[in-house]
Nanobody
Framework: QVQLVESGGGQVQAGGSLRLACAASGGTFSNYVMGWFRQAPGKKREFVAAASWSGAHTYYADSVKGRFTISRDNAKDTVYLEMNSLKPEDTAIYYC??????????????????WGQGTQVIVSS
């Protein structure tokens, strides 16, 4: 059983930065594709970013490309999401997720079988 715990959320003004972290336990982290998703009030959960098991391959939603960076430290069983130039529309609960089955990055949330509890990000204008 894999457990994922996010941290680093908070409230910032537009243009600011936050760094989210997701610590994993209970499995072999370095084998998993890791992703970040978010859900804003009244909206469906959406893909934000994902990284292959090694971190060599990363993928981003168009809405965050150039502003967000996903990275992972397999020695620490942790995946990060560096968020810069934040906008009010980035306000959401951010979830990290692990895909323990696929060997390739899949951006659909259905592929991810373990999820964290989420961390709130609020960007004020």
């Amino acid at each position: 059983q894999v457990q994922l715990v996010e941290s680093g959320g908070g409230q910032v003004q537009a243009g600011g930065s936050l760094r989210l972290a997701c610590a994993a336990s209970g499995g072999t982290f370095s084998n998993y594709v890791m992703g970040w998703f978010r859900q804003a009030p009244g909206k469906k959960r959406e893909f934000v970013a994902a990284a292959s098991w090694s971190g060599a391959h990363t993928y981003y939603a168009d809405s965050v490309k150039g502003r967000f960076t996903i990275s992972r430290d397999n020695a620490k069983d942790t995946v990060y999401l560096e968020m810069n130039s934040l906008k009010p529309e980035d306000t959401a609960i951010y979830y990290c997720a692990a895909d323990t089955v696929s060997n390739v990055v899949v951006i659909g949330d259905i592929a991810y079988d373990y999820w964290g509890q989420g961390t709130q990000v609020i960007v004020s204008s």
